[in-house]
């Protein structure tokens, strides 16, 4: 365990630590609330939504001068093999690692402390969202290095997390303790709670009193590390996944045991139940750009405050998100408006709505003739 009174413990040389980092991108999520651009063939991590390139790309390339595609893992859905390959090419096969069906995120993480651990004893892993706008990446560099030194000197579990500049009842929340060392120039505590998404009045509470981050879902650790909290506070998990590893990863084995496994997130299954978490406030940009209100937050507008992309005829129109496939789309009069048109379905909302799309997915998954939609 860490002495808490060490004091910058930057004198680490960055390569010692590096050479032992592995980057593990999360890239099983179905995007259901960018319906009806997202699909369950073409997922929000696949999209183009902020920039030029695909969210996924985006999250590789941002640690690419850090990691090569050796120590390079991508966790995701098995049906999402082929666009995988085709837009990460660089990555070895045996880096890919192909769920059968979802089980969250505790499942995935525990899959690739696994199978890394047997590659090097002394790995560190940097587990990364595919979906995630990130800026500037050099100071997301920068303090990344400061992270993963921390971990590994540490053995413990570091949290990245994000200084709250509003009261966000979208993400979660870290109750962070006091100092207790720097690495890097860059502070870390005791993480004291881990808050699932609060109301408007606690946001607000929390962004009043201070000693709260979002939390950024970003997290630092030792294989070995999350292998022995898994042991402790996910032993069915574990037992599951080491059958699955001693197979080789086996796609037989795969099949038959994933499935069992329980559907637990990382911060529910770990991170709330475990003691010595350290947290990192960090000071470049972040969003999880979660639904098409918030991308409209990182996208250019003009004079109206309307962007658009593809076709559009906006007439006295403010605030307005215009997506267009193939048609022309035409407003007139409207304020703080979302339109999605696409080959076989069309959005339109209101932008402080733009949560409930997820629930509308939801809703044709139920239906027979609404299944094709998805």
């Not at 680490?12 to 009806?36: E, I, K, S």
């Not at 949290?159 to 009842?169: A, N, V, Y």
């Not at 870390?188 to 946001?203: G, H, M, N, Q, W």
């Not at 997290?219 to 080491?242: D, N, R």
């Amino acid at each position: 365990m860490m002495n808490h009174g060490m004091k910058n413990q930057g004198a680490m040389p960055d390569d010692v630590a590096l050479n032992h980092l592995y980057a593990v991108v999360m890239a099983g999520g179905r995007g259901t609330r960018f319906w009806p651009e997202s699909r369950s063939h073409r997922p929000k991590q696949f999209l183009t939504i902020v920039g030029d390139q695909t969210m996924i790309r985006q999250t590789v390339t941002r640690v690419t001068d850090l990691v090569p595609p050796e120590r390079l893992f991508v966790v995701t859905a098995h049906a999402l093999a082929g666009p995988l390959k085709e837009t990460l090419p660089e990555i070895p096969p045996g880096n890919l690692l192909l769920e059968p069906v979802g089980r969250n995120t505790a499942p995935c993480v525990a899959w690739a402390s696994a199978v890394i651990a047997e590659r090097d004893p002394d790995a560190v892993l940097a587990i990364l969202a595919s979906d995630h706008v990130i800026e500037p990446r050099d100071a997301f560099q920068d303090q990344l290095v400061a992270a993963v030194k921390l971990a590994f000197q540490s053995r413990r579990i570091v949290t990245l997390g994000i200084p709250p500049d509003r009261p966000e009842t979208g993400f979660g929340y870290l109750q962070m303790g006091q100092v207790i060392g720097d690495i890097d120039d860059l502070s870390y505590s005791d993480v004291l709670r881990f808050i699932e998404k609060p109301d408007r009045l606690t946001a607000e509470r929390y962004v009043a009193e201070g000693g709260y981050l979002w939390n950024s879902g970003m997290f630092v650790f030792s294989a070995a590390t999350m292998l022995k909290e898994m042991e402790t506070h996910q032993p069915e998990i574990l037992e599951g996944i080491l059958e699955i590893v001693e197979s080789r990863n086996d796609a037989e084995v795969i099949d038959s045991v994933f499935p069992d496994l329980p559907s637990v997130s990382i911060d529910f299954g770990v991170m709330e139940r475990t003691r010595g978490i350290l947290g990192m406030p960090v000071s470049f940009d972040w969003s999880d750009v979660g639904n098409w209100q918030t991308m409209y937050h990182h996208i250019p507008k003009n004079e109206d405050g309307n962007h658009i992309r593809g076709q559009a005829l906006l007439q006295d129109c403010r605030g307005v998100l215009s997506w267009s496939g193939n048609r022309l789309i035409v407003g007139i009069g409207l304020d703080n408006i979302i339109v999605v048109e696409t080959e076989d379905a069309v959005l339109v909302c209101r932008k402080d709505l733009a949560q409930v799309v997820g629930d509308v997915v939801k809703s044709l998954e139920r239906s027979e003739s609404g299944k094709r939609f998805i």
